[in-house]
């Protein structure tokens, strides 16, 4: 891991950009003498580390006390995107504006994404233990297919914190009968991308007992800042 960049925030978070490889990311943490829980961030597909939502998400977080890292996945951000991938892109966003089956070409690009993405959040894992102002338990928040995955294949996740859910991979559908740790799932009740009830049947799929739905009103975008709070105190339980 090397860090490229770093600087204090007016809220005494300190920022710091680092690449691990062809990977890029941002670590925040706050000055702590014994060694910080970490929350693993990610953002939706597509979506880079830097985007607003994520950042305010990470710098709140990382002043509850918790390191925050997030990464760019492959394609996402500031790394390249092939023909394909952006080919897939524009035929996912045509077909839901037009209000047409997507259910393959979701599949045909968000299932060849996560597969990519969760070995790079195990690396950047690994990297990131081995510093020392970080300690563990590890948290995961964010993206809901990735986070499937990583919640299944890595044992180091104590606990999780998912987003909408509507359209997820089927093959993270399934694994979600897997997932036993302590789970909050956030919904917006009116979200445009994420049919309702498909999210509610994948909450109802998750094979863990704790677990917690937390839905609003509102698009996607209009999810209420107190769950970030909220987020924070579940991580609280099973991180600190």
Same mark, same amino acid.
Request: with cysteine; aromatic share 8%; hydrophobic share 40%.
């Given at each position: 891991?090397?860090?490229? /960049?770093?600087? &204090? ?22 000055? /702590? ?12 597909? *597509?979506?880079?580390?830097? +985007? ?6 990470? $710098?709140? /977080?990382? #002043? ?21 991938? +952006? $080919? #897939? ?14 259910? !393959?070409?979701? !599949? /045909? ?19 990131? %233990?081995?510093?020392? +102002? ?12 990735? *986070?499937? @995955? ?19 991979? @089927?093959?993270? $559908?399934?694994?979600? @009968? ?13 979200? !445009? *991308?994420?049919? @309702? ?33 909220? *987020?924070? &105190?579940?991580?609280?339980?099973? %991180?600190?």
């Amino acid at each position: 891991m090397h860090f490229t /960049s770093e600087q &204090r925030l007016d809220d005494g978070v300190l920022e710091r950009e680092f690449t691990l490889g062809e990977i890029p990311g941002t670590l925040w943490t706050r000055e /702590s003498a014994a060694p910080l829980p970490l929350i693993l961030m990610a953002h939706n597909n *597509g979506l880079p580390k830097g +985007e607003a939502r994520l950042v305010a998400r990470a $710098r709140q /977080s990382a #002043a509850y006390g918790y390191a925050v890292a997030a990464i760019d996945a492959p394609g996402c951000g500031d790394r390249p995107r092939s023909a394909a991938d +952006e $080919r #897939a892109r524009a035929d996912l966003r045509r077909a839901m504006q037009a209000g047409e089956p997507v259910d !393959e070409i979701f !599949e /045909s690009f968000i299932g060849p994404l996560v597969e990519k993405t969760v070995p790079e959040w195990q690396t950047a894992l690994d990297a990131l %233990l081995a510093l020392p +102002e970080i300690g563990g338990p590890v948290g995961y928040a964010g993206w809901t297919a990735v *986070g499937i @995955r990583l919640a299944v294949a890595e044992p180091r996740i104590a606990a999780a914190g998912f987003f909408a859910g509507g359209y997820v991979p @089927r093959a993270q $559908r399934e694994e979600a @009968r897997q997932i036993t740790i302590p789970l909050l799932f956030l919904l917006q009740w009116d979200d !445009e *991308g994420n049919p @309702r009830q498909r999210a509610l049947d994948l909450f109802d799929a998750f094979g863990t007992e704790e677990k917690t739905l937390h839905a609003n009103m509102g698009g996607h975008t209009g999810t209420p800042w107190f769950e970030v709070d909220d *987020g924070n &105190r579940f991580f609280g339980r099973h %991180l600190k």
